[in-house]
């Protein structure tokens, strides 16, 4: 039987040898990753932010949210902003390993093969069940310039998670009219983790999963799936709102606006066509996704007329493939300047991630709807001469790839320990988006370290420090009359102290630290970091929806759907 669009056949692996093809891009990504973590533009920030999640969890903080060592160990709050899901899983190997760099490794690795499966259950449903189809989208997507740019060149790392976990979210959608249940566990899944990994890639896919969910079943009868895919973008949303609660109540908090400035500022990054489809620029995506898309633009006009579930899928692939083009371009300013959030995104050449997306389920669905009426043995001809070309396409990325180097490795022997951090003043982001707004950087910058937690005491008290964990402060104070402390910590939501187990009153000094009165004689002080309101909410949404979840997913299986 032809692997055509229109035809679904079993999700079991292919016992071809041919069936390899799928296996071929991961192992090339491998191949780069095995040299060691790359050194790229961000390099030294990306491990900063593992580092300190890393430490964050062994001072106890679950889920953390405060940065201890940060800013001379004032710290900074950027745990409950910048999305966790890859610092936790880089920390966590990094503890197994015993390497931070080679921890970062194993989850791109890890983060890589997930991409893989997921575009490649997305394309075989996407494309009627071929499977042909599937291995070809493994190729376009896995070595996709961009993606290995966001893993290779920019260390974007949490970008790249998302992107590998995005479709994921698509497999629902493309489940909800034939396995509903599935369906919505696949979407509210997809988009959890896609929030979880980079915050506005997560708000971009719950925007195209809506979109996709009400193309695809807006006939008739099909209709009746917009319950499950509403019920599958609520769960998704809720099981991740310990994290992006938090982020939007405490943004006025930190210095966000920081983020739209200079060459951060979206006005100024539009690139051109030539940049967006060449080599030249490192977000280039080279000839072979323009070549793809002009592919599936003939194939979807020649079957105009077609209504399978294949070819309306292309179609919509094709809207939104031309939608994120328009999104590149100076000509829509003004929808940048007025969509919320949109701005945030800094490089409008950031939507080619979710056009490679797209480009990989097109190009799939096309080449098989064009291949259809070959024999098997052409078609594996040509299955493996996509796999040649998405690799030269890859090339030049994988070509300036470069591990770390001697420097490098030399402040990694212990440049990212808690004291290390704290002593150099290691950064974990280009800006100080996460600092508090009230925070005097320069401050911070001026206080001797040797002054430990305290920066400011009166003479005659005398403290001795009997716990000092970054988040968490125990201390014995003797003192002849009321006397003021100054820690070195920023003042936040989160915070609370207490002198001898009773709540005490906190203010912020003119630098933004925390001041505390201590009354007359000897008392033990506690100054402690906890989730904030917003983050305590935010967890008691995540795990009611992740309770409803899991009673749908109870279902599903009693149901053998």
């Not at 939507?351 to 997306?357: D, N, S, V």
């Not at 389920?361 to 001809?381: E, H, K, N």
């Not at 796999?387 to 022997?413: E, F, K, S, V, Y």
């Not at 002198?499 to 000897?522: C, F, K, N, W, Y």
Request: neutral net charge; contains cysteine; proline residues 6%.
């Amino acid at each position: 039987m032809n692997d055509t669009g229109g035809q679904r056949r079993s999700s079991a692996p292919a016992t071809s040898a041919f069936g390899i093809t799928a296996w071929i891009p991961m192992l090339v990504v491998l191949a780069a990753l095995l040299r060691g973590f790359p050194q790229g533009h961000d390099w030294t920030f990306e491990l900063v932010r593992v580092a300190e999640y890393g430490h964050a969890l062994a001072s106890g903080q679950l889920p953390p949210a405060w940065a201890e060592n940060l800013y001379g160990g004032h710290g900074s709050p950027i745990f409950l902003y910048y999305a966790p899901l890859f610092a936790a899983v880089a920390s966590s190997a990094g503890s197994l390993i015993g390497s931070i760099p080679w921890g970062a490794v194993a989850a791109l690795a890890g983060f890589a093969g997930i991409g893989a499966w997921s575009i490649r259950r997305a394309a075989f449903l996407a494309s009627g069940g071929s499977t042909e189809g599937a291995r070809i989208a493994v190729a376009l997507y896995v070595l996709h310039p961009y993606l290995l740019c966001d893993m290779l060149l920019r260390n974007a790392n949490a970008e790249f998670a998302a992107l590998c976990v995005a479709p994921l979210a698509l497999c629902g959608v493309l489940e909800l009219r034939e396995r509903p249940r599935w369906g919505a566990l696949w979407l509210s899944s997809g988009l959890a983790l896609t929030t979880l990994a980079h915050n506005l890639t997560g708000v971009g896919m719950t925007v195209l999963s809506l979109a996709a969910g009400l193309w695809l079943n807006r006939r008739g009868e099909e209709r009746r799936a917009w319950i499950w895919l509403g019920l599958g973008l609520l769960l998704g949303v809720g099981m991740a709102a310990f994290f992006w609660l938090p982020a939007v109540a405490l943004q006025d908090l930190v210095r966000t606006e920081t983020m739209l400035l200079g060459k951060f500022d979206f006005h100024h990054q539009f690139p051109d066509l030539g940049a967006l489809f060449g080599y030249e620029k490192f977000y280039g995506a080279g000839w072979l996704p323009a070549a793809l898309l002009l592919t599936a633009a003939f194939v979807a006009v020649r079957e105009r007329s077609a209504n399978d579930p294949g070819a309306q899928t292309l179609r919509g692939l094709m809207l939104g493939a031309v939608l994120l083009l328009l999104l590149m371009q100076p000509l829509t300013t003004f929808v940048w300047e007025h969509l919320p959030l949109l701005a945030y995104l800094q490089f409008p050449w950031r939507l080619q991630g979710p056009l490679a997306l797209l480009t990989a389920l097109a190009g799939a669905i096309s080449l098989t709807r064009l291949l259809a009426p070959l024999d098997s043995s052409r078609r594996r001809i040509v299955e493996v001469a996509v796999l040649l070309m998405a690799i030269g396409n890859a090339a030049p990325h994988l070509l300036d790839a470069r591990p770390l180097g001697p420097r490098a490795q030399a402040w990694l022997t212990d440049g990212l320990e808690a004291g290390s951090i704290r002593r150099e003043r290691s950064a974990a982001t280009v800006l100080d988006e996460y600092l508090p707004r009230s925070a005097s950087k320069a401050a911070a910058d001026d206080t001797p370290l040797e002054r430990g937690s305290i920066v400011a005491q009166a003479a005659g008290v005398r403290i001795a420090v009997e716990e000092d964990r970054g988040s968490r402060l125990r201390m014995l104070v003797s003192t002849e009359g009321p006397t003021d402390l100054v820690f070195a910590r920023w003042q936040f939501p989160g915070w609370h102290a207490q002198i001898d187990g009773s709540e005490a009153e906190m203010r912020s000094d003119p630098h933004g630290r925390i001041q505390l009165t201590v009354p007359t004689g000897e008392h033990q002080v506690e100054l402690g970091f906890g989730a904030p309101p917003s983050r305590k909410i935010g967890l008691v949404i995540s795990g009611v929806t992740l309770a409803i979840w899991i009673g749908l997913l109870q279902a599903a299986i009693r149901r053998g759907t």
